[in-house]
C-alpha cells in the first residue's frame, strides 16, 4: 500500500461548480499535511496547509480527519485558473521529508 | 526576488554520459531538497540537506546518483553513468529556517532524457 493514496482523476467540472478530493494516508503518526498544486510542465507550490480543525482560504477548504488517516480538498465555484494537479503531502516526525501522493487532476471546462 | 534557480532546464544525452545537475537555493534558507519526478512514481525526495550537510539520501536510487553541497548556496545533482530510466524531471526545492513546517519552494526543474 502506497504511504500516500489519491484517486489521479481526471476530474473534469464546469465553471462555478464545487469539486472535493480526498487523500488517504498511511502512517497514523503522521503530523502535518499540506495541498501543493502543480501546474502542466511546471513546478509544485504550496496551496494551502490543513490543520486539525480544518481551515478555509477563499474558495479552498481543507479538511483532516485523523480517526480515518485521510484529508480533503474542497474548491467551491470553480475558475478555469483552478485547472492543475492537486498533490496530497504529508510529513511524519520532526524532520522536513515530505511523502507525496500521485496527485489528482483537475480539469474545469468553460 | 529570485527564487530556486536550476539549470539546465532541459538535457538530452547518452546512457553512459556523466549528467550534472545545478541548483541554487533561495537566499537565507537552510534546507535543501533535490526530487525526482516521474508519472508512474510521482514526486519522489532522492536527498535533502539541513545547513549544507546531508540528512537523508535513502531515496537516493544508487551509487550512480550522487549530492553534493558545498555551500549555503549552491548544490549538485550527479548521475554517473546515466541509464534511460533515469529520464524524468529533476526538482530541487528550499525552505526557510523555522520550524519543519516551512513549505519548500521549487525551482522550474530540469527535463532529463538518457536515450
Known amino acids: 500500500r502506497k504511504e500516500v493514496e489519491q484517486d489521479p482523476g481526471p476530474f473534469n467540472v464546469p465553471e462555478g461548480a464545487t469539486v472535493a478530493f480526498n487523500c488517504t494516508y498511511s502512517?497514523?503518526?503522521?503530523?502535518?499535511f499540506f495541498w501543493y498544486r502543480q501546474d502542466c510542465r511546471k513546478e509544485p507550490k504550496l496551496l494551502m496547509s490543513v490543520y486539525s480543525s480544518g481551515n478555509e482560504d477563499g474558495r479552498f477548504t481543507a479538511q483532516l480527519n485523523r480517526a480515518s488517516q485521510y484529508i480533503s480538498l474542497l474548491i467551491r465555484d470553480s475558475k478555469l485558473s483552478d485547472s492543475a494537479t492537486y498533490l496530497c503531502v504529508v510529513k511524519t516526525g520532526n524532520n522536513r521529508k515530505l511523502i507525496w501522493g500521485l496527485g489528482t487532476s483537475l480539469a474545469v471546462n468553460p | 526576488d529570485a527564487g530556486v534557480i536550476q539549470s539546465p532546464r532541459h538535457e538530452v544525452t547518452e546512457m553512459g554520459q556523466e549528467v550534472t545537475l545545478r541548483c541554487k537555493p533561495i537566499?537565507?534558507?537552510?534546507?535543501l531538497f533535490w526530487y525526482r519526478q516521474t508519472m508512474m512514481r510521482g514526486l519522489e525526495l532522492l536527498i535533502y540537506?539541513?545547513?549544507?550537510?546531508?540528512?537523508?539520501d535513502s531515496g537516493m536510487p544508487e551509487d550512480r546518483f550522487s549530492a553534493k553541497m558545498p555551500n549555503a548556496s549552491f548544490s549538485t545533482l550527479k548521475i554517473q553513468p546515466s541509464e534511460p530510466r533515469d529520464s524524468a524531471v529533476y526538482f530541487c526545492?528550499?525552505?526557510?529556517?523555522?520550524?519543519?513546517?516551512?513549505?519548500?519552494?521549487f525551482g522550474d526543474g530540469t527535463r532529463l532524457s538518457i536515450l
Open positions: 540537506f539541513n545547513n549544507n550537510v546531508p540528512i537523508d
Open positions: 537566499s537565507g534558507h537552510n534546507s
Open positions: 502512517n497514523s503518526a503522521s503530523q502535518s
Open positions: 526545492a528550499s525552505s526557510p529556517v523555522g520550524d519543519s513546517n516551512q513549505p519548500q519552494h
